[in-house]
Every structure is written in C-alpha cells, then in structure tokens.
C-alpha cells in the first residue's frame, strides 16, 4: 500500500541543520569522533604554519631585494655592457616587444567583443602601466623607460581601434599578425649590424623572465602543430610514417629533458664541424618544443581514440575524403576533448624553460640561484637574509603564470561546453 | 514493381550477386543476392547479429565485402577509390546512433558535405538546408548545437544531413531503435513522406507497421542470408518459411 499525496505547488524548506554555516560545519568536517580529531590536528598544523609565515612575511622579511634585482630577474643581462655596449641603452627594446604583445591584447579583445579577453587584456596592460609609478627606479629607471611603460595604455587601445574598424578584426588576422610580431620582436631583440640603435646582442645574455616567455612561447606556438602532425602520423595506414613517428614519440618520452638538453649540447658538437650555425640556445629551444610535442601528440592521440567511430563514418559517408575527415570532424573534437591535458602540458613546457640553465643561461630561476651562491660564497652583496624573499617571489612569478594558463583554459573549456556529446 | 510495361524499363539501381563477407573467420555475410529497383521501397528486418547492418554498410562501402559483385546505380564497388567516393556522393545513409557532428551547430552539419565535397557556394548550401530543415519540420533549431536537440529532432537533422548530397539512394540502420515512442512517429512520418517522393530506401527496422504501410518488399535476414523476400501482405499472411513465423511471433 501506498500513501497517494495529492499535488502541491507548496515548497518546504530543507531542514535546518544542513543549511547555513553550522550546517555545514557539521556535515563536512565533524561528522564522527575521528574525523573532529583530524579537524583538530590539521586546523592546530596550518594555524601554527599559517602564524609563523604571517609573522616571516609581516615582521622579518625584506624585499627590497626584489627592486635591486628588478631589472635583472626581467630581461638579465640584456641590457648590461658586455651586451649592450657602453651606452647600456637597450632597455627599450624588450619594452618594444612588450608594446606588441599589449597591440596583440587589444585586438583579441576587439574580436572576442569583451567578456574574459577584454578583462584579462586590461588587468595585464594597467598592471604594466603601473610599474610605471613605483617610486624606485628599475634598472636605469629614466623617464623614458616609464613612458614606454605608460605607452602600454594607447598601445592597447591602439589595438582594440585597429581591430575594431579596420578589416584587421578577425581572429584569423589576429593569429597572422601574433606571428609576425613575435618574429619583430626577435628581429628587435637580436638587433640588426649597422642599424643605429639596434646594434645585435648575443642570445647568450638574452636572460631574466623575458627568457623563460620566448622559450614558452615559442615553444607552445610551434610544438602544437608539430604535435598534432605525429599524432596524425602514430595513426597512419603509412608504416613507415608510422614507424617514425613512433620512435621519435618514444624517444622523447623516455629521455629525461635535462638529458636531452645535455646532449644537444655535447654530442651535436661532435657531429657537427665546429662553426655549426646553429646557436646553442635555439638548440635548446628545439630540443624543448621537440619534447613538448611528443607530448602533446600523446594527449591528441588519446582524443582521437576516444572519439565515437560513428563520427569518422558519418563524415565518409557523406563522402568527404579521409584528410578531410580528419581536419574537420575528428581533430578539433579531439583536441577540445583534451584541452585541459594540453594546457597541462604548455603549463610544464614553461616551467621546464629553467632548465637552460644546462647551457649556462641565465633565466629568472638561475639568475637567483646565482645571486644567492655569489652572496653566500663572497659576501659581496649586502643582503645577506635575502635568499628567501628571491625564491619566494619566483614562486609567486611561475605560479602567476600557470595559473592564469589554467583559468584560461577552464574557462575556454566552458565556454566549447555548448556543442558537447 | 513487376508489372512495367516494356517501355518504362524498370532501372535496377543496386544489384547484388553472391556477396560474401568474412569478419576474420566469422561469416557475417554467406551469398546475398537481391536487386532493388529505382523509387523502390525496401525493408529489411532478422534478428539480431543475422548481418542486416553488414548488408547495408558494404552498399556505401563502409565495410568491404570479399566476395561476388555490388553494382550501386551503374557503378561496381571496387578498391577504386573515385568509385567509392562516386558511390558515397550518390549514398545518403542514416545511423541509429544519429552520429551527428557534435561540434558544429544543426545548420553546419547541413552545410559540410556540399560545401566541401560537391563546392556547393555557401549561400545555395544554406539555403538548401533551410529548406531541408523546413521538410523535416524543425527549421527553427538552425542555429542550436545537436546536443540541445531531442533524439528525434536529432535524428530529423541526420536525415536533412544526407538528403543535403542529393542523393539517389538512402539507406537506414534502424533509425528508430534508440528514440522514445513519441519520438519514433515523427521520424517515420519523415521517412514515410520521402517513400511517397520517388527516392529509392533501403532500410533496416523492426517497426512494422511502418513497413506494411510504406514497404514495396519485406527482405528477412537470418545466419548472413536471405531467407525471405515478399511484398508486405503476403510477408505477415503468407510467409513461406518457417523461421519468418518464428521470428514474427517473437517480435509482434
Ligand atoms: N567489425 C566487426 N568485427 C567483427 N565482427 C563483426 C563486426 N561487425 C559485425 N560483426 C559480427 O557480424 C555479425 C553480423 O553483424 P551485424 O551488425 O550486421 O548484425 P545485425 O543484423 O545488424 O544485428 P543487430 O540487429 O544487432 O544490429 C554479428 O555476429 C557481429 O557480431
Ligand atoms: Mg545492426
């Protein structure tokens, strides 16, 4: 027998104990004798940890450190004597290149038409503007130098105004016109002989933040497609394409980055005479991107395989040929399908930049280390107590970075969200 | 469909002698042989693993068989690869599972094919799918993704999606056995409609009702072969094998 309730449009509200503060108190973390135990020993653990870093950070701790070493942990030596020349006036120039990049944002929020694109795209250009007023100087901190950074604002407004009322307004335009700014901002950076003002810097005291960007950058920009092309051939009727695909996959998967680099920089050398064009920091960069693609092509393949085989038969049935199959049905299914292991992977390609440390350049993490061993072994700089504060601030660097990929791409996840199976 | 007069030649537009098709050892298909006619309307029904799916799919050559011949409007299914793609073009098919592209919006899945396989301009392309949208009864559904779509609106798109190629011949795997009863009506209402517009079908479903109305002839499978081939009334009335009672009993 049941009981017949007659409909009711009348709501009741849920109990009292499993709403509110208490509630959920009560439901979460003590819910029997052992687990009030655990909520006891943890809470009195963080408290204690929370208590003495508060007390570091807020008492102890000094990072004016941080403002001697600014312009070194941004761009290292790029701007020093033995880079630069006498003159030392290269500063401008990574400035420059940062002007592209707020260019680039302000299009990109013109064609997306605000949302995400826009806010992320004013909070990094008013931040930037905003080094502008520290009241120190960064490295040889002239007016010049702040203007450039003000610059940023028209640079991003620029950009919006292009993309808004010219033709330039597509994401297509956007993509090309992100290349070619990256390549200027090579040109920029390496300079040109004979052009006054852009005498060249060697790559070798290219350094600093600026360093670990290029290197992520360039290497997330060109390891995706090299990526998605082994991936495509991993699954080839071809077995000879197959076949080396598999091979250059495994090899990069089984071989430590670190090692990897060491032998670009030891057995390439030995192969090669000894004038081989190929400067040791693009081989490193090759041998990064090399090794985030084998990743990449990895997490793709898995998309693929994960993909219903009635979509590739839908697609032939209507008689599109296989390539297209693939470029317009499986790939970007595929690919959207493991966005978050791809970022994941861009997320460790811009950490491992570190390592070029292997081949003796200074990028933000080694430009610490070594001020911190130098300061330890000679006593030449004054800041005996600082160490921490450097590497604590490095932390907050990378993790600024890796987090911003990962809400990006959380949020790009959502946002395909609409189409999916 | 017998009774033609000598002038207006019956065209038979797929013609199948002694297929056969192996998966590794296992014999899906054992000799079918059958012949469906221009404008004709054929339901093909067996129980289930009897290879009425494998049948369907060597015609768009979607599975391969290994021997006899297949001939799909003039044109023999050959490892040629422009024959397959010919026979593609020309082969609208229909999937129990939709299959529709999840990524792309109702209208696009429309569009793909002639725009990209017959460079259909993509003006004329949206236009016919408009039109296709308005046939199936859903044009307002255009712009949403297939997700946000019911299953039979769904499988309403998938129909539009083939129909969009123009082609001469349609084939369905049960496109129904995965929808609501509800849903199930206004699938075969589409399906019916297209039977009474010339277009010759080749479809695999146990709705019988649907194939007593609209069929020309009722082909059973069993075991990888024909075991039964009769127009509708004398299918259910008068069906000459005993393993056709058997299976009707069991599904009616
Ligand atoms: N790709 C395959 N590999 C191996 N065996 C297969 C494959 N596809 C089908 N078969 C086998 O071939 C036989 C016929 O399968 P088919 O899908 O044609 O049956 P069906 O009549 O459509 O059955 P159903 O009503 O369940 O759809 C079955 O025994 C099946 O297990
Ligand atoms: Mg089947």
Known sequence: ?421 | MTNNGPMDAVEDIIVCRDVHKWYGNFHALRGVTTTVQKGEVVVIIGPSGSGKSTFIRTINRLEQHQRGDIVVDGIELTNDIRNIDAIRRDVGMVFQSFNLFPHLTVQRNITLAPTKVRKMPSHEADAVAMELLERVGIPEQADKYPAQLSGGQQQRVAIARALAMQPNIMLFDEPTSALDPEMIKEVLEVMRELAESQMTILAVSHELGFAREVADRIVMFDEGQIVEDLPPDEFFNNPRHERVKHFLSQIL
């Not at chain 1, 430590?256 to 050398?269: A, G």
């Not at chain 1, 921490?388 to 911003?404: K, R, T």
Request: proline content about 5%; hydrophobic content about 55%; overall charge positive.
């Open chain 1, 1 to 421: 027998m049941s009981t017949i309730t007659e409909p009711t449009t009348t709501q009741l509200p849920p109990p009292r104990s499993e709403t509110g503060l208490v509630g959920w108190l009560r439901a979460n973390l003590f819910s029997s004798g052992f687990n009030t135990v655990l909520t006891v020993v943890v809470g009195a653990l963080a408290g204690w940890a929370l208590w003495f870093g508060l007390l570091w950070l807020f008492v102890d701790s000094d990072f004016t450190v941080i403002k001697t070493l600014g312009g070194l942990l941004l761009i290292g030596q790029y701007n020093s004597e033995q880079a630069c020349g006498e003159a030392r006036n290269c500063f401008w120039r990574p400035q420059v290149a940062l002007l592209l990049v707020t260019l680039m944002l302000g299009m990109s929020w013109a064609v997306a038409g605000g949302g995400l694109t826009k806010r992320i795209a004013i909070l990094v250009t008013v931040v930037v503007a905003l080094f502008a007023f520290l009241p120190y100087s960064l490295e040889r901190m002239g007016w010049d130098v702040r203007l450039l950074l003000v610059a940023n604002v028209p640079a991003l407004l620029l950009g919006w105004a292009l993309a808004r009322y010219t033709a330039l307004g597509t994401w297509r335009w956007v993509a090309i016109l992100a290349v070619v700014a990256f390549l200027l901002t090579l040109v920029l950076l390496r300079g040109l002989p004979g052009v006054p003002g852009l005498q060249p810097v060697s790559l070798l005291y290219w350094g600093g933040l600026m360093l670990n960007l290029l290197l992520a950058v360039a290497g997330i920009v060109v390891s995706f497609p090299i990526g998605i092309a082994l991936a495509l051939g991993r699954r080839s009727r071809l077995p000879v394409v197959k076949l080396l695909c598999v091979v250059f996959i495994e090899v990069f998967r089984g071989v430590p980055l670190i090692t990897l680099l060491f032998m670009s920089q030891v057995l390439v050398p030995l192969a090669f005479p000894e004038n081989f064009p190929l400067d040791s920091l693009l081989r490193a960069a090759i041998i990064i991107t090399l090794f985030s693609a084998a990743y990449t092509a990895e997490n793709i393949r898995g998309g693929l395989q994960a993909l219903h085989p009635g979509q590739a038969e839908a697609a032939r049935a209507l008689g599109l040929p296989g390539w297209q199959t693939t470029l317009l049905i499986s790939l970007p299914q595929a690919i959207r399908n493991v966005i978050p292991a791809i970022v994941g992977q861009f997320i460790a390609l811009f950490k491992d930049t570190s390592l070029v440390y292997i081949i003796g350049m200074l990028d933000i993490v080694e430009l610490s280390r070594k001020f911190a061993t130098s300061h330890v072994e000679n006593g030449m700089l004054p800041y005996l107590d600082d160490v921490h504060e450097v590497f604590i601030f490095l932390a907050v660097v990378f993790w600024i970075f890796c987090f911003g990929m990962s809400y990006v791409s959380g949020r790009i996840e959502r946002h395909l969200g609409v189409g999916e199976r």
